[in-house]
């Protein structure tokens, strides 16, 4: 069985930082592009990030460029999203997913893009 389980998520003041990890069994992870995906309330998912199965080469969406880092640890099946100078709008459960090959794809950003999804931390951003 695949599993794909995020922790790190909390409550942080706008300004500050946090580290969301995703760790990956039941899959050969570094088979597999990853990628940070968001979802606020009454609103769509949101592609953030994605990184390569080698983590040669990253993708960001707008709102996370210059902000958030993507990384991997491929020794233990682990994915990262170092998120910097949060804002209250940052504020979202944050979901990790593989993808359906080793690359970030031309839809890297949408959800059949992906599959395998874990089931999402809290990310909350106080003003």
């Known amino acids: 069985q695949v599993q794909l389980v995020e922790s790190g998520g909390g409550l942080v003041q706008a300004g500050g930082s946090l580290r969301l990890s995703c760790t990956a069994s039941?899959?050969?992870?570094?088979?597999?592009?990853m990628g940070w995906f968001r979802q606020a309330p009454g609103k769509e998912r949101e592609g953030i990030s994605c990184?390569?199965?080698?983590?040669?080469?990253?993708e960001y969406a707008d709102s996370a460029k210059g902000r958030f880092t993507i990384s991997r640890d491929n020794a233990k099946n682990t994915l990262y999203l170092q998120m910097n100078s949060l804002k209250p709008e940052d504020t979202a459960m944050y979901y990790c997913?593989?993808?359906?090959?080793?690359?970030?794809?031309?839809?890297?950003?949408?959800?059949?893009?992906?599959?395998?999804w874990g089931q999402g931390t809290q990310v909350t951003v106080s003003s």
């Open positions: 990184i390569w199965w080698s983590g040669e080469a990253t």
């Open positions: 039941g899959l050969t992870f570094d088979n597999y592009a």
């Open positions: 997913a593989a993808g359906v090959t080793g690359y970030c794809t031309d839809s890297w950003s949408l959800r059949g893009g992906y599959k395998y």
